[in-house]
């Protein structure tokens, strides 16, 4: 929680005005503790998660009967889409992800504390929260490369990795769904380059965004 009941005593504290985007935070949070912070992002992620993949969603429920023919199509054996399908989707995704995100990002709140992700002002600049994301982005691609190297195993893709093929035309709504213990797996994963390389809150934000979304 910001150490201010007012924005003037935060410019005090500063020793400047805020700008635009710090006045905003300090409206968002002023009044909210850290921990309710932090699983916000599971509710920025859900929002994320139904929006972004909508608009190709939807091209595909339009597209012309010639669109979807074989000449056109790099999986000419699946058949045509239904809203049903989709929905079918969403649904199995919300159930699978749900549930293990909610629940790592409470368990997790004491080791983003320890590690030290801040939530007061000021806010990182544009430069160093571009700098944090490519840090990060390297890290976590990398880290996962080997993670899905060892999902693709006998016993693990047997055993956990199968789940998330379970839907093999691809499609936004389908690109986290997995078994819980991959979700878990995955987490830790995406949670790694922040400890490594700790940040704002914010920052964190559009990480596990990225992390999940991406």
């Given at each position: 929680m910001i150490p201010y009941t007012t924005a003037a005593e935060a410019e005090a504290a500063l020793?400047?005005?805020l700008t635009w985007p710090e006045a905003a935070?300090?409206?968002y949070s002023s009044a909210t503790p850290d921990y309710c912070l932090h699983f916000h992002i599971v509710l920025i992620l859900s929002v994320v998660y139904t929006l972004v993949p909508l608009p190709l969603?939807?091209?595909e429920l339009r597209a012309s009967a010639k669109l979807t023919s074989p000449a056109y199509k790099l999986q000419p054996r699946v058949r045509r889409r239904t809203p049903a399908d989709f929905i079918r989707c969403y649904k199995d995704t919300v159930r699978a992800l749900a549930p293990v995100t909610g629940a790592l990002q409470l368990l997790s709140y004491p080791a983003v504390k320890m590690v030290g992700i801040r939530t007061g002002l000021p806010l990182p600049s544009v430069g160093e929260t571009v700098a944090q994301l490519l840090v990060y982005f390297l890290i976590e691609?990398?880290?996962a490369y080997w993670v899905h190297r060892l999902l693709h195993t006998t016993w693990a893709y047997k055993k956990i990795h199968r789940v998330h093929h379970?839907?093999?035309a691809p499609n936004g709504f389908a690109a986290p769904y997995a078994h819980w213990a991959e979700v878990?797996?995955?987490?830790v994963v995406a949670f790694a380059s922040p400890a490594m390389?700790?940040?704002h809150m914010t920052?964190?934000?559009i990480q596990s965004i990225e992390t999940h979304s991406g």
């Open positions: 020793g400047r005005a935070w300090f409206r969603v939807l091209l691609d990398y880290l379970e839907y093999t878990l797996i995955l987490g390389v700790p940040c920052t964190f934000g």
